[in-house]
């Protein structure tokens, strides 16, 4: 594996400063560094999809991405790589209202073709990761901050993708 | 809480560009802590000017939940009377200032209250990952409010409020401990007496510590004792921490990991002064 739960939050934490550090550097930002709820989260979010495209490369997976798909009504995954739904959260659910959303957001994607998964950096809160498991089922939860589970994520997309029907890297 | 999450990429960055980037920095002021109104939110004076503040990234428990007066004991103890600084960082919905206090003693109010065990990190609106660490190192040590294996964030305790209905749980997993009966009206005075059954179909005997019962209005009651194999335990609720409702309720029995064993309804017309609500089981 090229990444690891380590390397990722580090390299998260080297974008997210540059990001503050650039948008400073806009006229209107008069050199003030914004202070704006959910760019850690978009930083996270965009530094996971190009780990885990840099991942797939090295099985010589290359599936088109696509972000904030649309899978019925309201409800949007992060992002799609090819047939796959990702749905990304950086320090785990904000509720367990979230739980039964999620598990709502699978069904609906299922019912579209696409295999959703839940990928988080840390859930410390026991009854929310029992709880999206539970609604998602273990092979499609993922917390980085636990042992193995960068290589069962990379694992579970390159054999989704090279299980695919039609699915030509 | 202003936050909400962008789930628009193209929206979250206008919304980067545009709005707190521009927004003035507000000057931090020392004032005197006149009033705790809870444990996250103090009252200060300055000169003539009182100033609800609601700190900034931790929630504590709500009135009437478990650990509320405890929380607001820790506030009261580190701040009434004393002149802190405070630092604002914006408002909320509720027009409170949001802000981040600096005791007489150097230390940062938002964080001790974390790091002692009495407030959550509040996750949905704070990115400060050194409260998150604090946080993890009290539910670690067990301190305040973790001594609770898997105490309700007050949150959810919020939304089980407000749909008056189901508590934010997940699905009933049984696994043979039930709440057989309750006695929400006993003869004479309520309070001190309500009472709960717990029903062991396992054939082994179960320790409730760490277990609980919570009700429709999100109030929890922890219970304690032992539960013989195939046997069942009466436990007169001697903590007004969780009123059984005469004119109907909804109960559940949580286990220390936070999963729902079993869920009860009774209404109005089941209950009679003395009499038990069994649950057929």
Same mark, same amino acid.
């Given at each position: 594996m090229k990444y690891d739960a380590k390397k990722i939050s580090e390299m998260t934490e080297t974008n997210?400063?540059?990001?503050k550090m650039r948008l400073a550097e806009l006229p209107i930002c008069c050199g003030r560094e914004p202070s704006i709820a959910g760019l850690h989260g978009w930083v996270f979010e965009q530094t996971l999809q190009f780990c885990i495209r840099e991942e797939l490369a090295e099985h010589g997976l290359s599936p088109d991405v696509e972000e904030q798909v649309g899978i019925g009504g309201r409800a949007k995954a992060d992002f799609r790589l090819a047939h796959v739904l990702i749905e990304v959260k950086t320090r785990g659910l904000f509720g367990m209202a979230d739980v039964q959303k999620y598990g709502k957001y699978r069904e609906q994607a299922e019912g579209r073709g696409y295999r959703y998964l839940f990928v988080t950096a840390s859930e410390t809160h026991e009854p929310y990761r029992r709880?999206?498991?539970e609604a998602l089922g273990q092979s499609n939860v993922f917390i980085l901050a636990q042992p193995g589970e960068w290589e069962r994520l990379v694992t579970t997309i390159v054999q989704e993708l090279k299980a695919k029907t039609g699915y030509c890297p | 809480m202003i936050h909400t999450k962008h789930r628009s990429t193209t929206a979250m960055v206008a919304t980067m560009l545009l709005l707190p980037a521009l927004a003035p920095a507000a000057e931090p002021f020392t004032a005197t802590v006149v009033r705790v $109104?809870? *444990?996250?939110?103090?009252?200060?004076?300055?000169?003539?000017?009182?100033t609800?503040?609601?700190?900034e990234g931790i929630d504590c428990p709500e009135l009437h939940q478990a650990f509320s007066q405890r929380a607001k004991q820790a506030t009261s103890g580190l701040t009434q009377g004393k002149a802190v600084t405070v630092l604002p960082t914006g408002t909320d919905?509720?027009?409170?200032?949001?802000?981040n206090v600096t005791l007489p003693d150097g230390r940062n109010l938002n964080q001790e209250l974390i790091r002692q065990g009495w407030a959550w990190w509040f996750r949905k609106y704070s990115k400060d990952e050194g409260l998150a660490k604090l946080e993890a190192e009290a539910?670690?040590? $067990?301190? *305040?409010?973790?001594?609770?294996?898997?105490?309700?964030?007050?949150?959810d305790w919020r939304a089980a409020q407000k749909n008056n209905a189901k508590p934010a749980l997940g699905d009933v997993v049984p696994n043979g401990l039930e709440v057989t009966d309750l006695l929400p009206d006993p003869v004479g005075r309520d309070e001190g007496h309500e009472a709960v059954e717990i029903g062991n179909s396992t054939d082994k005997s179960v320790d409730l510590g760490g277990w609980k019962l919570r009700d429709r209005a999100g109030n929890e009651y922890r219970l304690a004792g032992t539960?013989?194999?195939r046997g069942r335990l009466r436990i007169v609720m001697t903590a007004a921490t969780m009123p059984l409702n005469n004119d109907g309720d909804t109960v559940l029995l949580i286990d220390p990991a936070g999963v729902v064993r079993c869920r009860v309804e009774y209404n109005a017309d089941h209950v009679r002064a003395g009499n038990w609500v069994e649950f057929g089981r």
């Open positions: 997210l400063r540059l990001a709880g999206i498991i | $109104k809870d *444990g996250d939110t103090i009252v200060v004076l300055q000169g003539t000017t009182q609800d503040i609601r700190l919905k509720y027009e409170r200032t949001l802000a539910r670690a040590a $067990k301190r *305040g409010l973790w001594a609770d294996l898997n105490p309700t964030p007050p949150w539960v013989a194999a």
